[in-house]
């Protein structure tokens, strides 16, 4: 059995024992209505009349561990162990909860849960391309006191790796689905690493094996023994543990449709169920046993008849032997001692990291996330250069005669549609992956919306610009316009504008919209609207009078007149045997013939940033008010 | 009580029913499937696939060694092992669907196991569950059944089947529910994995393989689908499973349980048997512990660290030898020998089966996409308008086109969009219905049911209609509210090229299905294709003659080019622009736009409808291709 590490030699924080009485909880079930249906108030004054009806979760759950133990929660799925930690967690989301959940005898509130505990989600949420030390790194820098120096931070992630015996994979990418890291069992294991550098006295993890192996399933409940033993409250909910695991537990919780079927020490579980009559047989794993018997059975009528009787016996006998081992209980009254050092340390909030430091943080993150993943990276440019060849040889050299000038006009609205349309589907993807961990992140209050996006926003901008110059430069050259360069760098402006609006459009809509399909066919549909009104298919003054605004809020117009009105404006055009009565001579001429004639760069550029000002505040507010909940 | 009575209507049913399917001479009570000093090995590709391609650089693994085991007619087998012991490997050995290299052989009651004979004695019933979303459990079974079952079969004959299948995995009670999928609810996961195995039982095979059949199932599901497996096994046939880590009230339902590891036995016999076994042998299993879960990790290498790697390796070395010396496989290896000396005189009894002829499968296919297409309401509806949705923002832009000079850029714009966008909506049509349908076709592909020219041709009748119409209302709208040319002869030709396009679009994008298994590549690899051709060929956006050389080529063969000439012709040919003095006009008739931007294309009309019907058909033999050459993915 591996040692027991200490993060500290004095361990911080405090030995908290939990006691829950008579818990219940209940969510409102309203029909088969989606939630924003029950807004409206036409269903609201049916669904208070015959529809409302509470689904009952929990029902009268006590219990009590003590620190130093680790208790299990055992039951069949729907059984409510999940809702149990998450009500305990204070993470519920709605629902009624009666009954009393003390912390070293004082009544629990959000905050004493925020500042004690840490929860591990049955999901890893971690950055794949982040080695494991960088990933505790990054959490300490955002979450522990600043007062602390560099070093001893350095310091205490050290210590969780070390406790967490992670030693051998401290440099190893995290990885996951897409590329190659640490086994499943180690991301576990960093998950519950990132919580416990906060180093809380109460730990609760929702199915912590779940996924594992046999050998590293063991290996994991054993260090979570260990971490209970250093003065910490472990609860887990867990789905039919194996013997060996089941022998490490302290206390045992078993649950069925809410009730409790069992509560105590996991050793005197199966002498506790034959007393009942239900002796477990030989060469069966008791857990096994005793969760199907608390279980009903529905794959027939007469088995759900029986097993649901066996059911209410079972939890009538253990009401039965609560109620004369709480009367044992009452005559050894325990002394509550730490209440008020408990409720006295709660408000020691200051010294923790403001904006500016999450920001710093999460620039950092996110800026090497982008440079560490440089198979994207090499994607993004050969993206960049491949659209920027198709369309320096599709417009290769472009001539000054007739043909020439109609050409450029094909040039420059292409050069406003092509990168701004793929480059949505980029956006949208990697805002839809970043979900994977930002809504939990954000959940657990590792860091503020404002810090993530500006941090996101800001760090984003040098890829953007090196992207479009590499989309930009070459197509500009291979087409031969004029070598200028108040031509080129107005253009080249114009482009990172352009290709920006689009990007900042698409943000909007991945941050709006739950999926990825919605998303990109929302963006898309919206950037193929901005592209019909850019003037280019549409000559502007035939566009039908009513829909003359949408044009004004087209990004592509924008672009495509001030990229028109640069590229022409100090060109001649040559006649050939044409007649020149048909002839058009200047820049200004062709210009317009696309109504481009009054067109102007700075009421361009003006109006390309308005539009992504708009589109990025509408990203953020979204982003702040929208749930970041990644759907797959 | 209960089972005794299952038993007896299965065999009742086996008796009276329709089982001229399989024609089974041999008394079914001495068939035995025999595994003869079996071996397997796969080549394993280390570093990236280039490397694998260029050096060669693959690695060698032996994923079974040397195994000799005996599967009796009437019982139930379950093979464990920890993962990467070689189960699923067992299997796909067993059934000869292998891409490695196996020594050894398989006897099927004295036969040597081939491909063919294992295509009618053998079902196998894999991890996944692939099934339509929209059709109901029995008519689920009733086209797979009209697909599996000889060309002969009446219909009634194979009604009594599928309610026999139906019967025998306790069915009945959603038999005429829909099965449903990810996002519309319908029948249980484990109600979802018995219409799997129920649709392998339609043949009415004598072995039934299964990978992994309890995976994802509750206890309970779990226990009862097991116990109606072991019924059809005593009902007389052959069923091997594989199972990881199962519990112990499932584990004691099977006749005989194997453990692999490391591609080698450490165990095979009766489950009653192996406590005393593994007792013998030093390790006792404790009192309140699964056996199976006990006895599979003492049979497992443990990775955690060197040290105990190196000692897990030689427990596990030390019982493949123990097993080896034991009296169970010394009497079965005489008993293989036996077998090697029958196989060769025995002469074999099955003959391959005639499958259904190709207007029974082709009719099969038509209406089970129908029937799937037309409950899903939302997709059916969109199958139909979201082409001419499309329309809506081209109109509402546009307008109706006049004849001033701005107009001939209106025109071209718009007939850009109409040669763009059919391909387009094509591919998201496509990528919403096909999947789903390729994924059946994998699935059933792989149990030889039908080819892929079978599955093209049957997708093509089906979505023909939904083409047609739908290309009718686009062009139909386009056409006359933007008024264009009014003649109702080049009305035709528009609606004719669009529904070309919009028809290749859909061949284009299958072929790409068929290339690509990821089906979010495959829609950016076309949609980059027919982005790409549309803005370099159309003519639209860049004249053909001020192209450079090289891509004049590439516009030459690509199919856009002659589309967009028809379309470009019949639009301009006879028109007239009005010209402003004093402003710009560049081109003063059609004909003067045509001379620049498609010459000579009057001449080419009938010459460019064979080429653009020459690309529809050329692609629809190389949708048929791709998937030919791509192949059929490993489906676990």
């Known amino acids: ?632 | 009580m209960e089972d005794s009575d299952l038993l007896n209507s299965t065999s009742f049913i086996r008796n009276y029913g329709v089982n001229g399917s399989l024609q089974s001479v041999r008394s079914s009570s001495s068939s035995s499937l025999d595994v003869c000093n079996l071996g397997y090995e796969v080549n394993e590709i280390s570093g990236p696939w280039w490397k694998a391609k260029c050096f060669k650089a693959t690695r060698k693994k032996v994923v079974l060694r040397s195994l000799n085991m005996k599967f009796a007619n009437g019982q139930i087998a379950a093979i464990v092992g920890s993962s990467g012991s070689g189960k699923t490997s067992l299997l796909d050995v067993i059934s000869c669907r292998t891409d490695g290299r196996v020594s050894g052989s398989v006897y099927f009651s004295g036969e040597l196991c081939t491909g063919t004979l294992m295509k009618s004695a053998a079902s196998y019933v894999m991890q996944a569950d692939r099934l339509l979303p929209h059709l109901k459990v029995r008519e689920c079974l009733t086209y797979t059944a009209y697909l599996k079952l000889p060309g002969n079969t009446t219909a009634s004959a194979i009604d009594k089947k599928v309610q026999q299948v139906i019967n025998d995995l306790g069915l009945k009670n959603v038999a005429d529910s829909v099965i449903g999928g990810s996002v519309d609810r319908g029948i249980s996961g484990g109600e979802r994995r018995r219409v799997t195995i129920a649709i392998q039982l339609l043949q009415d095979p004598d072995i039934l393989l299964l990978d992994e059949p309890t995976t994802g199932l509750d206890s309970f599901t779990a226990k009862y689908l097991v116990t109606s497996l072991r019924d059809l096994a005593h009902s007389g046939k052959i069923i091997i499973m594989t199972i990881h880590q199962p519990r112990s009230d499932i584990f004691k339902l099977f006749d005989q349980v194997a453990i692999l590891s490391q591609g080698e036995l450490t165990y095979s016999g009766k489950p009653e048997d192996i406590v005393p076994y593994f007792t013998n042998i030093n390790f006792p299993c404790p009192r309140y512990a699964n056996p199976i879960d006990i006895y599979i990790d003492v049979s497992s290498i443990n990775r955690k660290s060197p040290e105990l790697e190196l000692s897990s390796t030689e427990r596990v070395n030390r019982l493949v030898r123990h097993y080896k010396d034991s009296f169970t496989n010394r009497q079965l290896l005489e008993n293989s020998t036996l077998c090697l000396s029958q196989a060769k005189n025995k002469q074999s009894g099955y003959f391959p089966k005639r499958g259904p002829g190709v207007f029974r499968i082709l009719l099969t296919l038509l209406s089970r996409f129908n029937i799937n297409l037309w409950r899903d309401k939302r997709t059916f509806l969109s199958r139909i308008f979201l082409f001419p949705f499309y329309v809506f923002f081209i109109c509402i832009f546009l307008g109706r086109l006049g004849y001033n000079q701005q107009s001939i850029q209106d025109r071209l714009g718009l007939l850009y969009q109409a040669v763009s966008s059919p391909p387009f909506i094509a591919l998201i049509n496509v990528m919403e219905v096909v999947p789903p349908l390729r994924d059946l076709y994998y699935r059933e592909a792989r149990d030889g049911l039908y080819s892929i020219v079978y599955f093209i041709i049957a997708y093509t009748l089906h979505a023909l209609p939904f083409m047609i119409v739908s290309s009718a209302i686009f062009s139909s709208a386009l056409y006359w509210i933007c008024n264009m040319y009014n003649d109702i002869n080049t009305f035709g030709m528009f609606v004719a090229v669009i529904t070309i396009l919009y028809f290749t679009g859909e061949m284009v994008s299958i072929m790409g299905l068929g290339l690509c298994h990821n089906a979010l590549i495959a829609n950016s690899l076309i949609g980059e294709c027919i982005s790409m051709s549309c803005l370099i060929s159309s003519g639209f956006i860049r004249t053909f003659d001020s192209l450079p050389y090289v891509l004049q080529w590439i516009v030459r063969i690509s199919m856009p080019r002659y589309a967009a000439e028809i379309i470009g012709n019949n639009e301009f040919q006879h028109l007239n622009f009005t010209c402003v003095p004093n402003e710009p006009c560049g081109y003063p008739t059609g004909e003067a736009f045509l001379d620049d931007f498609f010459p000579n294309a009057q001449g080419h009309v009938a010459r460019n409808f064979e080429i653009i019907v020459g690309y529809l058909g050329g692609f629809i033999l190389l949708s048929m291709l791709a998937f030919k050459v791509r192949g059929i993915p490993n489906l676990q």
């Not at chain 1, 820098?141 to 051998?168: C, F, W």
């Not at chain 1, 993890?205 to 260990?226: C, I, K, R, W, Y």
């Not at chain 1, 352009?498 to 929302?522: E, G």
Request: include cysteine; aromatic fraction near 12%.
């Open chain 1, 1 to 632: 059995m591996a040692s027991t590490y200490v993060i500290d030699p004095e361990t911080r924080h405090q030995s908290i024992n939990i006691n829950v009485t008579n818990l219940t909880y209940a969510v409102d079930e309203v029909g088969s209505l989606p939630n924003w249906k029950t807004k409206l108030p036409f269903n609201k004054s049916k669904a208070t009349e015959n529809e409302f009806k509470s689904k009952v979760i929990l029902n009268n759950v006590s219990f009590k561990v003590n620190s130093g133990q680790m208790l299990a929660i055992m039951g069949c799925s729907g059984s409510g162990k999940t809702s149990l930690l998450d009500v305990l967690a204070c993470r519920n989301m709605g629902g009624e909860v009666r009954g009393d959940i003390e912390l070293n005898g004082v009544k629990h509130t959000r905050g004493m849960i925020e500042t004690y505990s840490a929860y591990v989600r049955q999901d890893d949420r971690l950055l794949q391309h982040l080695t494991v030390k960088e990933t505790l790194m990054f959490v300490a820098q955002l979450k522990l006191p600043t007062r602390l120096s560099n070093r001893e931070m350095q310091n205490k992630v050290d210590g969780v790796i070390a406790e967490l015996g992670l030693s051998h994979v401290a440099n190893t990418r995290v990885g996951g689905v897409d590329i190659r890291g640490i086994s499943g069992g180690e991301r576990r294991r960093v998950s519950i690493g990132v919580q416990l550098l906060l180093d809380p006295s109460i730990l609760f993890l929702d199915e912590p094996t779940s996924g594992l192996d046999a050998f590293t399933a063991n290996h994991m409940v054993q260090t979570l023994a260990n971490l209970a033993s250093n003065k910490r409250t472990v609860l887990l909910s867990i789905h039919q543990p194996r013997t060996d695991i089941f022998e490490l537990f302290d206390l045992v919780l078993v649950l069925s449709a809410g009730k409790t079927v069992y509560f105590g020490e996991a050793k005197l579980m199966v002498d506790y169920f034959t007393t009942l009559g239900f002796p477990c047989p030989e060469l069966t794993n008791p857990s096994d046993f005793y969760l199907d018997l608390a279980t009903i059975d529905v794959t027939s009528v007469e088995t759900e008849k029986t097993t649901s009787e066996i059911l209410k016996n079972l939890v009538i006998a253990y009401e039965l032997d609560k109620t004369t081992k709480s009367e044992l209980a009452e005559l050894e009254h325990s002394h509550q001692t730490q209440v008020s050092t408990l409720a006295g340390s709660m408000d020691n909030n200051s010294g923790y990291p403001g904006f500016f430091r999450q920001f710093q943080v999460l620039f950092r993150r996110h800026f090497r996330n982008i440079v560490i993943d440089y198979w994207f990276l090499i994607v993004q440019i050969i993206q960049s250069l491949t659209m920027s060849t198709i369309l320096g040889s599709v417009f290769w050299n472009l001539s000054k005669d007739q043909l020439g000038m109609r050409d450029r006009f094909g040039l420059f609205f292409m050069t406003c549609v092509m990168y701004p349309y793929t480059v949505t589907l980029d956006v949208i993807g990697q805002s839809h992956r970043e979900r994977h961990y930002l809504y939990f992140e954000l959940q657990d209050k590792l860091y503020g919306h404002f810090a993530y996006n500006m941090a996101k926003v800001l760090a984003e901008i040098p890829f953007h610009v090196l992207f479009c110059t590499i989309y930009f430069t070459p197509a500009y050259f291979m087409a031969n316009l004029e070598k200028d360069a108040g031509v080129f760098f107005t253009m080249y402006g114009v482009v990172i504008l352009s290709v920006y609006a689009s990007k900042s459009a698409a943000s909007f809509a991945a941050n709006l919209l739950p999926n990825y399909q919605l998303s990109s066919v929302t963006s898309n549909t919206l950037l193929a609207i901005f592209a019909l009104s850019g003037g280019f298919f549409i000559n502007l003054e035939t566009l039908f009078s009513g829909l003359k605004w949408v044009s004004d809020i087209s990004s592509i117009r924008w672009a495509f007149e001030a990229i028109s009105v640069t590229g022409y404006q100090n060109l001649n055009f040559t006649c050939g045997e044409i007649d020149p009565k048909y002839c058009v001579r200047t820049g200004q001429e062709a210009l317009e013939m696309y109504s481009f004639e009054d067109g102007k760069v700075w009421l361009s550029v003006t109006a390309l940033s308005g539009i992504i000002l708009t589109f990025q505040i509408l990203a953020f507010v979204s982003l702040r008010f929208v749930p970041q909940k990644p759907y797959e």
